[in-house]
């Protein structure tokens, strides 16, 4: 079905972006021989407006692919017949979101400190702009705090509100939210850096952002492991 003629009520809602389009179809053509790949692309498309009819509007948000892609994952995932091992689709939602930071990774190093302020420059940037978001769109991601630690390289700061976090919850999906999250640190890791974060808002109060340069002493007081819902968490080292 074309995207002009899905029934979602466009003033209120966006279409999810191109590339999430392309992640769900590749992964259909990965399990589904070709006809069953496109009634099921079919299913996941309509399943989508339907998960949209009682979610909060925000289609007016910026950075409307952060809210909008994950709801074509979560509806690939709930109108899929076979529910692969998650983990074997991580990558391919990570190309998704977060593709971009390979490129960026062969230009920045985190560990740099001209590099680590730009980055610092880029994330408070970022962070303003969702402060002044949520004032229009009260469900969308909601920050608490922002800080640098100039000397040590650190940027800290966290979400309260997260609208991926909010829909799994709503859905009962949780089990499906870590491919969202997860792709966080693998962004950070592209950059020559490390995220710490202890808690998701699907696990706790506070998604939780702690981001050095990969060798920096911060990073090895951490290890990463997967819990048993497949979420990573930084985890202190004894």
């Not at 709930?78 to 960026?104: E, H, N, S, T, W």
């Not at 680590?116 to 705090?145: C, H, T, W, Y």
């Amino acid at each position: 079905m074309r995207e002009k003629d899905l029934p979602f009520d466009r003033a209120r809602h966006a279409i999810y972006s191109k590339k999430a389009k392309q992640c769900v179809q590749t992964l259909l053509r990965r399990y589904y021989d070709e006809k069953m790949a496109s009634a099921l692309w079919e299913k996941a498309q309509l399943q989508y407006c339907a998960f949209l009819e009682d979610e909060p509007a925000m289609g007016g948000v910026k950075m409307k692919a952060s809210i909008y892609d994950p709801i074509l994952i979560f509806a690939w995932y709930a109108v899929i017949p076979d529910k692969p091992p998650l983990q074997d689709v991580q990558q391919d939602v990570y190309r998704c979101f977060m593709g971009a930071f390979d490129a960026l990774g062969k230009l920045f190093d985190l560990n740099r400190k001209l590099d680590n302020r730009i980055a610092n420059l880029a994330f408070k940037s970022a962070a303003d702009r969702r402060v002044k978001e949520i004032e229009a769109f009260p469900a969308s991601f909601r920050m608490q705090g922002y800080s640098y630690d100039r000397e040590n390289g650190v940027v800290s700061y966290g979400f309260t509100q997260c609208p991926n976090a909010e829909f799994a919850k709503r859905h009962h999906m949780e089990d499906v939210l870590p491919l969202m999250c997860n792709c966080d640190h693998m962004a950070m890791q592209k950059l020559h850096a490390t995220l710490i974060r202890q808690g998701t808002c699907g696990i706790s109060d506070l998604c939780d952002y702690r981001i050095v340069g990969d060798r920096n002493p911060v990073a090895r007081e951490y290890e990463l492991v997967t819990r048993k819902d497949g979420l990573w968490v930084s985890v202190k080292r004894r």
